[in-house]
């Protein structure tokens, strides 16, 4: 040691490299597919709907010249104001509900928890035109209350838009908003209380700044939903557009592709916007929650526990009477003339009738199977494979959350329906409805999955390549087993969403590909509301079916390979 | 060593950035030796270890093992086995499963797999929890098994990193013996990191001192602790009492306000220039016992611990202001003394005890 050490500048920078195993070698494979998925389905055709918004019908550069055209066409540019005011005013209505229902759910003793639960997640099954639709038949020219009453509050617009979306965003921000009441620590309640706080000076010392990561998130959610929605506009906007229906109305009805372009990359805008603020205000989210916190047990309050079940009662209530109205206009005569039972509505006779709902099962049931085992794949890669890729790669997974369906479908058009692209032979097939929505729906599940790969420990894999076993029986024997739960999460995410989902699909749908959510669309359009009606019920139907044998099947899948969970319960405490 | 080492570092150094993490590093383990890296957290010891078990990639240097240079094969190919400080043990296997682990992908016989879980169980003495997951034993339980894992593959080297510091202090004491003497009778060579000096002393041959990076000692546990090199290391492992002094114009003696202290040949100053004088607290003569030899001293008591078995005496020297020491007197000693705070104290400071280091902040 009688020599000087090496000072820092010494050292060489580079490290001493491994010899490539075939190991390494399936690593960068893995890293390298998973790159080339994210390029060719999602980057690539989002550069594409930027650069088509810059020629013109013919394909020629025209430079701003759409954008200029869009801002100035009064008709056109009225839909940026009118997408932010309604997603304004249901972002603040929804999360205001939902605030009060989760509190209801997480910190009360009030009865009946469990079906409350339920039914506010029942729109969760829905495509977002239904909520619309119920709208229609209660307050729309035809409905029952202006039929009865006289009475017709105009819910064709802004303000029937807006009551959609609080109906279809409900279940999100409630989601959110009991997992953030859910965690808490107990004794900080008891040191408000210590403290002579009042129940009033608590809630807004304690309880608030507790979830304010969890409202911010819940606010940012909903406003992406009902801006980026497209189904609740178009069934019940009227002559009110926003910029979801724009494109609609550009592409399908003016074949005016490059003002659809121009639109999208405008709607593009508040939606990244609002994730990159909600990621910057997440990130100084701090641990509020320690392994020592002890967990708030509801007390008894008489006041808030009635109280409040009235109130969860009340938008039960009305959350359930859509889907009543929905179940009972499909199977009258003619709502509301003539309540006659009759099952013709179920005959479907177009838009492709009981083949766009296999379509859909089928769809739903492989955008599942392909979309989690591509997030717990591309999460897997991106946390456990670092290399100088994972970085772009998980900004990549996470951006698909701020693209709007709309935009996706048409980038879609751009890029599988060009002439002379050997992509092309994706086009008009069932696999390109399926990767739609599988990228439209990534980030929750890559997120999801990465959550659970950081909740185990980091060092599985060097435990695996100590004793000589390489990482994908690890993956396969370890990790995907312990992740269990959360990948039935995940792929019971994918499959509800792609077979409620509009946006992503509309744009893309081809003779034989038909899907059901899509045919409920244009049986409206039709006119043939009932069989609309008819066909969401099934949607409906199949989703709560799945969900149930899900259920079912989980409690099986959870006794036979979650054994250990179980084990830690029953007999870790003598042990600890 | 005469024969080949079992692990043999040249020239290690790592860096994270701009922050340096080892520094030139050179070692050689032989053949079933035991060794611990003891230093306290952020000195390295934890990312040598990872290096030579190819889980971190050294900036610069050569890993050997039994003379074959592994410094670029991947981890699988390195043939050792490590428990983690998590001991990451497969929550969704059995105690059976995880042990077999290793040994599955082997091209082994079920029966000859069989067998060698069971001999492995019986070794750490968890024969009868073959069946059970790893969340229904005790932590002591659950790190038993992580050593019958990593040892099922009979790997030419066990690394183990903090092994013991998730578990309370009885299981820990215990343990201690348990790994030690499984260590023995297989004959592994083994090297574990720790930050716990007890531990290094109880269980290596010898120990590798680390500090900031660089390597202040290598020795035994006794040499280590009786004769610190630097003293960080004394300060490190045990306790110790530090004495500013000036060296005198006398070879081998130095001054500590107004005495003149022989001490322990090493270390010397030039005439007049500062130096640093080190005793263990149980070195320090008291009472009766400091009225003969060399170094005499009156000292003052101003605190009185009691700590069980002992008791530890805070002692100044030279009056106010003056040195502060502490000194551990067996407790029924202590109390023949008669003595209690505030009372004057004789002690002595044996020179063969009393070790002299350059003063702070001067270049060894």
């Known amino acids: 040691m009688s020599v000087r050490a090496p000072s820092a500048a010494e050292i060489p920078d580079g490290v001493v490299r491994h010899r490539l195993s075939g190991e390494d070698a399936i690593r960068w494979a893995l890293v390298a597919i998973f790159a080339a998925i994210l390029y060719l389905f999602l980057l690539y055709p989002l550069v594409q709907v930027l650069w088509r918004s810059l020629l013109d019908n013919d394909g020629h550069f025209i430079g701003a010249a759409n954008y200029v055209r869009y801002f100035s066409t009064p008709a056109i540019a009225a839909s940026i104001t009118n997408s932010l005011f309604v997603s304004v005013a249901a972002m603040a209505l929804t999360v205001a509900l939902a605030f009060g229902y989760a509190y209801a759910l997480t910190r009360t003793l009030m009865p009946a928890k469990g079906l409350f639960r339920v039914l506010a997640m029942l729109p969760l099954f829905a495509p977002s035109l239904v909520q619309a639709f119920a709208l229609i038949y209660v307050f729309g020219n035809n409905g029952i209350i202006t039929r009865t009453t006289g009475l017709n509050v105009g819910i064709y617009g802004a303000k029937g838009i807006i009551l959609a979306e609080v109906f279809y965003c409900f279940p999100h921000a409630l989601l959110i908003l009991m997992a953030a009441l859910a965690v808490t620590d107990a004794r900080l309640y008891d040191a408000a209380r210590t403290l002579g706080a009042g129940p009033v000076k608590t809630f807004v010392t304690v309880t608030l700044p507790g979830i304010k990561f969890g409202l911010v998130s819940a606010c940012f959610v909903v406003f992406t939903l009902a801006i980026t929605d497209f189904g609740a506009p178009k069934a019940i906007g009227g002559k009110f557009s926003v910029m979801a229906t724009e494109i609609y109305n550009q592409v399908s009805g003016q074949q005016n592709f490059t003002m659809g372009a121009t639109v999208s990359v405008v709607l593009l805008i508040p939606a990244v916007l609002a994730f990159v603020v909600d990621r910057l205000v997440q990130r100084r989210q701090y641990a509020l929650v320690t392994s020592s916190s002890k967990p708030l047990v509801p007390e008894r309050r008489l006041l808030a526990d009635w109280g409040l079940l009235g109130y969860c009662a009340l938008i039960a209530a009305f959350i359930a009477a859509i889907y009543a109205v929905i179940l009972v206009s499909s199977l009258v005569h003619r709502w509301p003339y003539n309540f006659g039972f009759t099952l013709k509505h179920y005959d479907f006779d177009t838009a492709g009738g009981y083949r766009s709902l296999w379509n859909s099962i089928r769809v739903a049931a492989l955008t599942a199977a392909a979309g989690t085992a591509l997030t717990f794949v591309g999460a897997y890669v991106v946390e456990k494979c670092r290399t100088a890729a994972s970085g772009p790669l998980y900004l990549l997974s996470v951006l698909p959350v701020s693209v709007p369906g709309m935009v996706l479908g048409l980038a879609y058009i751009f890029t599988f329906n060009a002439p002379g692209s050997p992509l092309n032979a994706l086009y008009g097939t069932l696999a390109i409805l399926i990767i739609s929505n599988v990228i439209h729906y990534f980030t929750v599940g890559f997120l999801t999955a990465t959550t659970a790969l950081k909740q185990m420990d980091a060092e599985f894999e060097n435990v695996g390549a100590s004793l000589g076993v390489p990482f994908y029986r690890t993956f396969w024997r370890v990790t995907v087993p312990i992740a269990l739960p959360s990948i039935v999460a995940v792929s019971m995410y994918f499959f509800l969403n792609a077979m409620v989902t509009l946006s992503a699909v509309v744009f893309i749908v081809a003779p034989g590909t038909e899907l059901a959510a899509v045919a409920v669309l244009l049986m409206d359009d039709a006119g043939d509301t009932a069989q609309a009606a008819a066909m969401s019920v099934l949607i409906i139907a199949t989703g709560l079916t799945v969900r149930m044998l899900y259920w079912l099947a989980m409690r099986g899948v959870t006794s036979r390979t979650q054994a250990w969970t179980r084990g830690a319960a029953a007999e870790g405490e003598p042990a600890g | ?364």
């Not at chain 2, 499984?182 to 592994?188: A, F, H, M, T």
């Not at chain 2, 149980?282 to 170094?295: S, T």
């Open chain 2, 1 to 364: 060593m005469s024969n080949e080492a079992a692990v043999a570092l040249e020239g290690i150094a790592k860096k994270f950035g701009g922050y340096v993490a080892l520094r030139d590093i050179s070692l050689s383990v032989g053949a079933g030796e035991f060794i611990c890296f003891l230093g306290p957290s952020g000195c390295g010891k934890t990312t040598l270890l990872r290096i030579i078990a190819g889980l971190e990639r050294q900036n610069a240097g050569t890993v050997r093992m039994a003379g074959r240079d592994v410094s670029s094969l991947p981890p699988a190919l390195r043939n050792y086995g490590i428990v983690f400080q998590s001991y990451a043990l497969f929550p969704n296997l059995t105690v059976g499963r995880n042990v077999a682990y290793g040994l599955e992908t082997r091209r082994t016989a079920a029966r000859v797999i069989a067998n060698r879980v069971d001999e492995l169980l019986a070794l750490v003495g968890l024969a009868r929890h073959k069946d059970k997951y790893p969340a229904q034993l005790s932590g002591g339980e659950q790190q038993r098994v992580a050593l019958a894992r990593a040892l099922a593959p009979s790997p030419a080297l066990l690394l183990l990193d903090e092994p013991l510091s998730a578990l309370d202090a009885r299981v820990r004491q215990s343990l201690r013996h348990e790994i030690r003497g499984l260590q023995r009778r297989l004959g592994v060579t083994t090297i574990m990191v720790t930050h716990d000096q007890e531990e290094a002393l109880a269980m290596a041959d010898r120990i590798v001192v680390m500090n900031a990076g660089e390597v202040e000692q290598v020795g035994g546990p006794t040499e280590v602790y009786r004769r610190p090199r630097t003293p960080f290391v004394a300060r490190f492992v045990g306790q110790m009492n530090f004495l500013s002094a000036v060296a005198a114009p006398r070879s081998g003696w130095a001054r500590v306000g107004a005495v003149e202290l022989r001490h322990q040949p090493g270390f010397e100053a030039p005439p007049g220039g500062a130096l640093t004088l080190a005793i263990r607290p149980e070195e320090i003569a008291v009472g009766p016992a400091a009225l003969q030899g060399d170094n005499r001293l009156t000292a003052r008591i101003t605190v009185v611990q009691f700590l069980g078995a002992f008791t530890r005496v805070g002692l100044t020297v030279n009056g106010e202001g003056g040195a502060l020491l502490e000194c551990d007197v067996a407790a029924t000693a202590f109390a023949a003394l008669g003595v209690g705070e505030g009372a004057d104290l004789p002690i002595a400071l044996a020179p063969e005890a009393l070790r002299a280091f350059p003063a702070p902040g001067r270049a060894a």
